[in-house]
């Protein structure tokens, strides 16, 4: 859509937002750009061709010297360079490019020594997920399973959100600067895309005033929310599409050519599978919610809206379905498949005190006073503190009268409802039952995290703000100063608090020499395993960086992920693959430095496991936190190791080796 393009996409209600401060402002105020009807464009009228040497008219004869003087200046001030809409929305993106490139800036110091504080393991997964789409591109792997780690079971990838749709054409980075670098690349351009996004829809098709959308991209871009992520999610905080998905979807309410907007919806909606179905599925659920809020209060808009919704939602579920189909498939019926989360993730839920408080990684926020407040750091999806909370709160009884606020007040307090979990407190007080408890074993809702459904919330209040400022930027020349100045202190007031912050970082071991120096290459065949000591775990994810450091050239059991209980497919999910004696017996000597007394019944079970590994070397970091114990401890299982530049290596092959 080009800028001249008229602005008719926002809900087509009657008294949409800026109808009331249009009427208001009087005959002289336009109407913004969701209450304003579709023009049909007119040419503007030809200039007439005047000739070079046609002679002066009367004026320019009689012109003295400073009116000729002023006259030949007027082109020159013409010429001058515009503020284009152009320029205008390059500067907005560059400042939220500057703005995500601030957030991340103490991770790209050292990509692959830096990570963010407290949870290393998310991170390590998503490198491992970007090393993998290095092996689509260049050897043909299968995308949507590999047992490059917990091997030899695998890993159902389409199940454990593989980024393909941002893997894939992160190739070319990853291939060049490896994985590491990938990840920065990806978190960055996912906060200044996810605002440059919403900023592109609110200007082009919900409100006139750039002010008012770049307020409104600025908060769904940065919440507090999407920095919480920022340090370990890539696939959640990149939601560049989501704004365009909510556009089309609007659309299709009134579409002329339904089955052409069902074929464009369809195609968005797969490449976000792609990129994280969690939010996909989020996002459908708050447009279904948004439209009945807005067919409850106009119920005569179902009229002229059902057949083209009707035609469009079917043209996008086949089109989509299709296409999803296979990978579909493979998630839920394919190999290491799970059904639902465990216990512990379909709990998580928001404290009602989080939507007051700021969010750690911003200006005003606080970890110790953030502790119980949401289940991890990596999930602070409320925290907008006192004052926006108010403001919000503000805005829609400002605004109430608006049809489609009503709507989005009602979206944003179900989702922020739901959040609360299955159990509702307030400063870790336990309340009372929520009612996500009635919907926790609904099918695809049951591998749903529910805290997260306060980023839909989130949403909702963006474009809040962004109606709020129009509003104001579109009051009567008498009443404009006050209100603007009230409104920009009350925004002041609202955003400063959680203005974002870098990240914060802490240091990383390094891939070892061993592995970036391919000497792993002289003893581990295609169909073996290379053993990380401690073996990988969703506490310990440094051996799926090496493996991710050599674009997954050696498999590696174990590791971070999602799989079936027991390895059954189709039991419930839990993080890792099967339990694990020998690696629970090195975590626990990793965790204590405590050396076990091991016996012969110990010894023979943890060579069987090797065995089923196809193990041929193990690899002890020197550097390794408690490396003594635990080389004392491999040496009592398989024997003496030796060392080999920063390593500690043990030749397991010929104990290994299967059996005539």
């Known amino acids: 859509m080009t800028p001249a393009e008229p602005r008719g996409d926002f809900p087509p209600v ?3 937002p800026g109808g009331a401060a249009a009427r208001t402002a009087g005959a002289t105020a336009e109407p913004p750009a969701a ?50 809409t152009r320029r205008r929305d390059l500067a907005v993106y560059g400042l939220f490019l500057l703005a995500a490139l601030w957030v991340t800036s103490r991770i790209w110091v050292d990509p692959a020594g830096r990570v963010a504080s407290l949870y290393s393991s998310d991170p390590a997964q998503v490198q491992f997920f970007l090393a993998h789409s290095v092996r689509v591109v260049l050897h043909g792997e299968f995308p949507f399973y590999t047992d490059q780690f917990n091997f030899p079971d695998g890993v159902n990838l389409m199940a454990n959100t593989a980024v393909l749709a941002l893997g894939i054409p992160m190739v070319p980075v990853t291939l060049l600067f490896g994985p590491a670098v990938s990840f920065v690349v990806l978190v960055t351009l996912g906060l200044a895309g996810t605002a440059a996004a919403w900023y592109r829809v609110l200007s082009r098709h919900v409100v006139r005033t750039p002010l008012a959308a770049a307020v409104g991209a600025w908060f769904c871009g940065f919440s507090p929310a999407m920095l919480s992520h920022a340090s370990w999610h890539p696939n959640i905080i990149s939601q560049f599409l989501l704004p365009f998905i909510v556009w089309r979807v609007l659309v299709i309410t009134r579409s002329r050519r339904p089955m052409r907007d069902g074929a464009l919806l369809a195609l ?32 005569a808009l179902w009229s002229a809206a059902w057949r083209p919704l009707g035609v469009a939602v079917a043209v996008c579920t086949v089109l989509a379905g299709a296409l999803l189909a296979y990978p579909l498939y493979v998630q839920f019926a394919g190999p290491m498949a799970y059904h639902g989360l465990s216990d512990a993730v379909r709990d998580y839920g928001n404290d009602i005190a989080a939507f007051f408080a700021p969010g750690s990684p911003t200006l005003g926020g606080n970890e110790r006073a953030n502790v119980n407040l949401a289940p991890n750091y990596s999930e602070e999806n409320a925290f907008f503190g006192w004052s926006l ?41 336990e309340l009372f039952t929520g009612p996500w408890e009635l919907l926790v074993r609904v099918p695809l809702l049951d591998a749903v995290v529910p805290t997260r459904f306060g980023m839909i919330t989130t949403a909702v209040i963006g474009v809040l703000l962004a109606l709020a400022v129009e509003r104001i930027w579109s009051l009567r020349p008498a009443e404009a100063r006050t209100v603007r100045t009230l409104g920009v202190g ?10 974002p912050m870098p990240l914060k970082v802490t240091s990383r071991p390094a891939v070892p020499k061993f592995i970036t120096a391919d000497r792993w290459r002289e003893y581990v065949g295609a169909d073996q395993t290379l053993v ?45 693959g099967r339990p694990s ?42 550097g390794q936190h408690n490396a003594e114990p635990l080389r004392r401890t491999v040496e009592d299982l398989v024997g003496p190791g030796r060392r080999e530049l920063d390593v500690w290596v043990w030749d397991v092959r010929t104990l290994t080796a299967p059996t005539a």
């Open 14 to 16: 009657p008294d949409a």
């Open 35 to 84: 209450a304003r009807p579709v023009a049909t464009e007119q040419p503007a009228p030809a200039a007439t061709p005047v000739p070079a040497d046609a002679p002066a008219g009367p004026a320019d004869a009689d012109a003295g010297p400073e009116e000729a003087a002023r006259a030949t200046a007027e082109p020159a001030r013409t010429r001058r360079p515009r503020w284009t």
């Open 268 to 299: 968005l909606v797969v490449v976000q599978a792609f990129i994280n179905e969690e939010i996909l599925l989020f996002t459908a659920m708050a447009c279904g919610v948004f439209l009945i809020a807005v067919l409850v209060q106009r119920p």
């Open 389 to 429: 909370a108010l403001l919000s709160v503000g805005i829609v009884f400002w605004m109430r009268r608006e049809p489609v606020v009503r709507a989005l007040a009602a979206t944003g307090a179900f989702f922020a409802v739901l959040s609360l979990g299955e159990r509702v407190s307030w400063w870790d007080r």
């Open 490 to 499: 009350a925004l002041v007031l609202a955003l400063l608090p959680i203005t």
């Open 532 to 576: 990380p000591i401690p073996v990988p775990s969703m506490g310990n994810t440094h051996g799926m960086r090496w493996a991710a450091s050599t674009n997954l050239d050696f498999k590696i059991p174990g590791g971070y992920f999602l799989a079936p209980r027991n390895g059954n497919t189709g039991d419930p999910g839990r993080f890792g």
């Open 581 to 622: 004696g020998v690696g629970k017996l090195l975590e626990e000597v990793a965790t204590t430095g405590r050396t076990p007394e091991l016996d012969d019944r110990q010894r023979r079970r943890s060579l069987d496991e090797l065995r089923h590994w196809r193990a041929a070397v193990l690899v002890l970091p020197v």
